[in-house]
């Protein structure tokens, strides 16, 4: 079992930044992908960035050149550094954990809450 808790979500004016914080605790094992996906206000959820214990990331095109996604394998603790947001970031965000290489479930956070608001 793995635990996940996001953290670092709140109340943002357009253009302004947040980081984001996600720890996993319990069964963690390499190799490993973790994610941050989001929920916006009557959407779906969606893609937003990922990155593998080894350092590989992806982001959505919608966040690149604005988001930052990184991670602290000694932490267990994935980060996501939010630049010049948007009205449309308003969402909320879950963190991800999956192992790579076995058939394995995934595991979700219960997210936090970001608003893009002046």
């Known amino acids: 079992q793995v635990q996940l808790v996001e953290s670092g979500g709140g109340l943002v004016q357009p253009g302004g930044s947040l980081r984001l914080s996600c720890v996993a605790s319990?069964?963690?094992?390499?190799?490993?992908?973790m994610a941050w996906s989001r929920q916006g206000p009557g959407k779906e959820r969606e893609f937003v960035a990922d990155i593998t214990s080894a350092g590989s990331t992806n982001y959505a095109d919608s966040v690149k050149g604005r988001f930052t996604i990184s991670r602290d394998n000694a932490k267990n603790t994935m980060y996501l550094q939010m630049s010049n947001l948007k009205p449309e970031d308003t969402a909320v965000y879950y963190c991800?954990?999956?192992?790579?290489?076995?058939?394995?479930?995934?595991?979700w956070g219960q997210g936090t809450q970001v608003t893009v608001s002046s």
């Open positions: 319990g069964t963690i094992f390499s190799p490993n992908r």
């Open positions: 991800y954990y999956v192992r790579l290489g076995v058939l394995s479930n995934g595991y």
